[in-house]
């Protein structure tokens, strides 16, 4: 790496020196291009390891500790260390080297440390969905990172959180993980869901989010590893067409307000919600945390999950109400 002062000295020579022709201008151009390049690395590499990686100032295990990086965070590699590391994880040996990397994401906390190249990969890895709290931090494998819609009223009230899915994505079958910043007697995690009416056919679908729905009751979900992961539960077909009961006449004047004559017609000779082209979707998931400090204190916070489904790509008329 050239030195800042000799690289100003050396571009404040080549540009007091006489530009004759065309090429000396080019030779110019060429060569601080190159100085300007000197410390910038190419080499961008992925945290793999499941519960974070630390980061330090130094490179060796006694040295201050910056920050945990989340799974799925890019670090960009500017220098390789020769000191070994050999580590043993949940019995595997991993061994690699201590190498200096540098954040790529603005919102990260620090700009520069060291951390044990065993946990990196060069395959892209999304970062996970992640919430942070006062108490404790909430993150979910295998669902990339969401950014939140706060209350209106309060952007400082984060109790109950709103982020939605992708066409593609889904709560159920999934890893939460707790990290907790404090001591505590314990931490439970509950799911429920929202079932809403959609009415849909080969032209159009409609889904009635604004008006009557059904909750199924909070469920408790098992713990899988060492009481701080769980795993979500899947959806019976029984529960994602449960509902409560309706008035039709109801539905269909809500349906022809919202949206005309031509929706409230496909509905207009059905007998029961069970009636095509009327079917009863998952809506919402919810999760709630529930953790209980030394001294009995609780801490609740739920995450609200919007699902959502791909109209597009069967070029359906859509309608939200």
């Known amino acids: 790496m050239v030195h800042k002062y000799r690289r100003r000295r050396l571009t404040l020579l080549i540009v007091n020196y006489e530009l004759k022709t065309p090429l000396m201008l080019l030779r110019l151009l060429i060569i601080t291009g190159l100085l300007s390049n ?47 590391l050999d580590l043993v994880d949940g019995g595997k040996k991993l061994s690699g080297k201590w190498v200096k990397v540098r954040s790529t994401d603005a919102y990260d906390l620090f700009e520069e440390g060291y951390v044990f190249n065993g946990y990196l990969t060069e395959d892209v890895l999304d970062r996970r969905f992640k919430v942070i709290y006062d108490k404790f931090a909430v993150s979910i494998k295998d669902l990339p990172r969401k950014t939140t819609s706060r209350t209106t009223f309060n952007s400082d009230f984060n109790d109950i959180l709103f982020y939605t899915l992708e066409p593609n994505e889904t709560l159920e079958n999934k890893v939460v993980i707790i990290k907790h910043h404090q001591d505590f007697r314990s931490i439970k995690v509950f799911q429920k869901h929202e079932n809403s009416i959609a009415i849909s056919d080969n032209k159009s679908h409609a889904d009635i989010i604004n008006w009557k729905h059904y909750y199924s009751s909070w469920k408790p979900l098992k713990t899988i590893k060492n009481h701080l992961q769980f795993k979500t539960s899947n959806i019976s077909k029984k529960e994602a067409t449960k509902f409560v009961d309706v008035n039709l006449d109801s539905l269909k004047a809500v349906v022809k307000d919202a949206c005309g004559t031509a929706w409230s017609d496909s509905i207009k000779n059905v007998k029961s919600l069970d009636d095509s082209p009327i079917n009863i979707v998952v809506s919402k998931m919810y999760l709630r945390i529930l953790m209980t400090d030394m001294n009995g204190e ?24």
Not at 52 to 57: M, P
Not at 304 to 316: A, P, R, V, W, Y
């Open 38 to 84: 000197f410390s910038l690395a190419q080499d961008i590499q992925y945290v793999a390891a499941e519960n974070g990686l630390i980061i330090r100032e130094q490179p060796n295990q006694g040295a201050l500790k910056l920050e945990v990086l989340d799974y799925g965070t890019a670090l960009e590699i500017v220098e390789y260390t020769d000191l070994q």
């Open 298 to 321: 609780e801490t609740e916070k739920i995450l609200i999950f919007e699902l959502s489904i791909d109209h597009e790509q069967n070029d359906k008329l859509y309608a939200k109400i």
